[in-house]
């Protein structure tokens, strides 16, 4: 029973490096996670948050969004 027969899949984000160019991988890498969000999971985990300031922090993201909403109706009328 040979590893020709096993598929093993990549997990997670992963740059090839051409040439040797580790700073053009560098940029694609930190791309990449930015897209994914990742480095936001971080910052939002690196200490704990309590559950009431995490009620009013989404409370108030919840009334800026309602907020700019009526400011966009207000102008259409």
């Known amino acids: 029973m040979g590893l ?3 598929e093993f899949k990549k997990q997670g984000l992963f740059v090839k490096v ?3 160019n580790i700073t ?3 940029r694609k890498l ?3 996670i930015r897209d994914e969000g990742i480095d ?3 910052r939002k985990r690196q200490c ?3 559950p009431s300031v995490k009620r009013k922090r989404l409370k108030d993201i919840g009334r800026s969004r309602w907020q700019k909403k009526q400011r966009e109706t207000k102008d259409n009328w």
């Open 40 to 42: 936001q999971e971080i």
């Open 24 to 26: 053009k991988a560098y």
């Open 4 to 6: 020709e027969k096993f």
């Open 18 to 20: 051409y040439n040797n």
């Open 48 to 50: 704990y948050e309590k």
């Open 30 to 32: 930190k791309r990449l």
